[in-house]
């Protein structure tokens, strides 16, 4: 069984819409993050949250908006979905990593999001 | 800003050459350099890292070198295989502490030339 789940796998949507994207992790990390992919853009992250009490923006959190609800659970969503936010989107989890040491991050399968 | 850069978006290598590539980055505080693999419909696998106190990394075929001075990396696939094919990040770790986070280079696609 996956590790990190993302639902749904495929979103086609209109613009206005509010969508919902959810991560699922059974592997016990405390820190979650959102990102999203583009063409020749790389990963650009988000949000993060480093405990169920922490919610962090990244470098790109303007029209995102995000819900801890547990530990295992970390939810992106678009309020009023826009064009541009077309875009691959990963969730991924870590340990608590201290400086001086590796915070490996491991990613769930990613969601397609079209916004029309 | 781009704090990490990757050049090069993607490149080609006969298979059982060596596969280089490279990325370069601007902050001088990171403190552990990471490569990421990532295939088509799938989420990026960590592959690799270097601690910036070192300048080398090895791990079966890949090795990762560090130029503090440069401030550049590469990895280094020897010999590469057709199950290389992918997408890899070169990723740098950094920030004030309990707060560190990973930046992203934009990615190279490498392909194996059976």
């Known amino acids: 069984d996956a590790d990190v789940t993302q639902t749904p796998r495929n979103r086609i949507t209109k613009t206005g819409k509010r969508i919902m994207l959810e991560c699922s992790q059974t592997k016990g990390h405390d820190r979650m993050y959102w990102y999203r992919q583009d063409p020749g853009l790389g990963l650009r992250l988000i949000y993060y949250?480093?405990?169920?009490?922490?919610?962090n923006k990244g470098e790109i959190s303007d029209g995102y908006s995000v819900s801890r609800q547990a530990q295992a659970k970390f939810s992106l969503s678009l309020e009023s979905a826009i064009p541009n936010q077309t875009a691959l989107y990963f969730c991924a989890t870590s340990d608590l990593g201290t400086s001086g040491s590796i915070d490996t991050q491991y990613f769930g399968p990613g969601t397609r999001l079209t916004v029309l | 800003d781009q704090q990490v850069k990757q050049n090069s978006p993607s490149l080609s290598v006969q298979e059982g050459r060596i596969s280089i590539l490279n990325c370069d980055y601007t902050n001088s505080m990171f403190d552990y350099f990471l490569w990421y693999k990532k295939y088509p419909a799938e989420g990026p696998t960590f592959l690799i890292s270097i601690s910036s106190i070192k300048d080398k990394n090895e791990d079966g075929r890949f090795t990762v070198f560090l130029n503090k001075s440069a401030k550049h990396l590469s990895l280094h696939i020897v010999p590469s295989q057709p199950g290389d094919s992918a997408v890899y990040f070169c990723?740098?770790?950094?920030?004030?502490?309990?707060?560190?986070?990973?930046?992203f280079g934009t990615g190279t696609r490498l392909t194996i030339i059976p």
């Open positions: 949250s480093f405990d169920v009490k922490d919610i």
């Open positions: 990723a740098a770790k950094g920030g004030t502490f309990g707060n560190e986070k990973l930046t």
